[in-house]
C-alpha cells in the first residue's frame, strides 16, 4: 500500500480482555515502531522492530503487553488482561532503516482502544 | 536521554497575523529535530525536519524552524496563520548520533486556534 495502515481503526473491549492490533507498513521498510497517545498527551514510545527482532523494548508499561513482528513486515500489538487505563490510540510507524536517528518515519492513522 | 519542551499548551492567533509555537530541547548527541502536525482525527504529518544541514529548515504549507543550539531551540513559525493551519503540532527529537535507529520523542503538544 502507499502508507501505513492499521487495524482496526477502533477497538472497544471490556476490562479484562485479551486485544490484538495490527500494523502494516510501508513495502521494503525494515524498521517498524509502536507509540501510545493517550488524551490530551503526545505520543509515547513502546517498542521498536528491525526486521523481525525488537531492537528497543524499553518503553512496554508491563509485561501484558507485548508485540511480534514475526516475518519482518506486518506486526502485532498483544495487550493481555486490559485495564481501562490502557485506553489511548495505538500508534504505528514504519522507516526505511537506514539512517540512523535521522530516519523519517511514516505514522499510520492509529487505532483507537476503550476498555470500559 | 533526550527530552523535548513545548513551551505553550495553546496558542491562538487571527487568520493572516504570524504563528509562532516554541520549543526547547534536550539531547545527549547531535539531534535529530521534527515538527509533527496532528489535525482532529486524522493521523501525524511530518512539517519539516532539521538533520545537521542548514540551521533553517523549510517545511510544507509555509512553515519554517530554525535549530539555535546556543538555546537549544526549535521554535516553529508561519509569517502568515490560514484557517487550514488549525491543529495540534508536536515538537520531536531522536539522537542522530547514537547507534541504530532511535525512537522519537515527543513533547506534549501545542493546540494552535486560528480565529477568522
Known amino acids: 500500500g502507499a502508507g501505513v495502515s492499521q487495524t482496526p481503526s477502533n477497538k472497544v473491549t471490556e476490562k479484562g480482555k485479551y486485544v490484538e492490533l495490527r500494523c502494516d507498513p510501508i513495502?521494503?521498510?525494515?524498521?517498524l515502531y509502536w507509540y501510545r497517545q493517550s488524551l490530551g498527551q503526545g505520543p509515547e514510545f513502546l517498542i521498536y522492530?528491525?526486521?523481525?527482532?525488537?531492537?528497543?523494548d524499553s518503553g512496554l508499561p508491563n509485561d501484558r503487553f507485548f508485540a511480534v513482528r514475526p516475518e519482518g513486515s506486518v506486526s502485532t500489538l498483544k495487550i493481555q488482561r486490559t485495564e481501562r487505563g490502557d485506553s489511548a490510540v495505538y500508534l504505528c510507524?514504519?522507516?526505511?532503516?537506514?539512517?540512523?536517528?535521522?530516519?523519517?518515519?511514516?505514522f499510520g492513522p492509529g487505532t483507537r482502544l476503550t476498555v470500559l | 536521554a533526550q527530552s523535548v519542551t513545548q513551551l505553550d499548551s495553546h496558542v491562538s492567533v487571527s487568520e493572516g497575523t504570524p504563528v509562532l509555537l516554541r520549543c526547547n530541547y534536550s539531547?545527549?548527541?547531535?539531534?535529530?529535530l521534527f515538527w509533527y502536525v496532528q489535525h482532529p482525527n486524522k493521523g501525524l504529518q511530518l512539517l519539516l525536519k532539521?538533520?545537521?544541514?542548514?540551521?533553517l529548515v523549510k517545511g510544507i504549507n509555509g512553515f519554517e524552524a530554525e535549530f539555535k543550539k546556543s538555546e537549544t531551540s526549535f521554535h516553529l513559525t508561519k509569517p502568515s496563520a490560514h484557517m487550514s493551519d488549525a491543529a495540534e503540532y508536536f515538537c520531536?527529537?531522536?539522537?542522530?548520533?547514537?547507534?541504530?535507529?532511535?525512537?522519537?520523542?515527543f513533547g506534549k503538544g501545542t493546540r494552535l486556534s486560528v480565529i477568522a
Open positions: 510507524a514504519s522507516s526505511s532503516g537506514t539512517s540512523g536517528g535521522a530516519d523519517m518515519q511514516y
Open positions: 520531536v527529537v531522536s539522537d542522530w548520533g547514537s547507534s541504530g535507529n532511535t525512537p522519537l520523542v
Open positions: 539531547s545527549s548527541y547531535s539531534p535529530s
Open positions: 513495502s521494503g521498510h525494515t524498521a
Open positions: 522492530f528491525q526486521g523481525t527482532g525488537a531492537a528497543d
Open positions: 532539521y538533520t545537521s544541514a542548514a540551521t
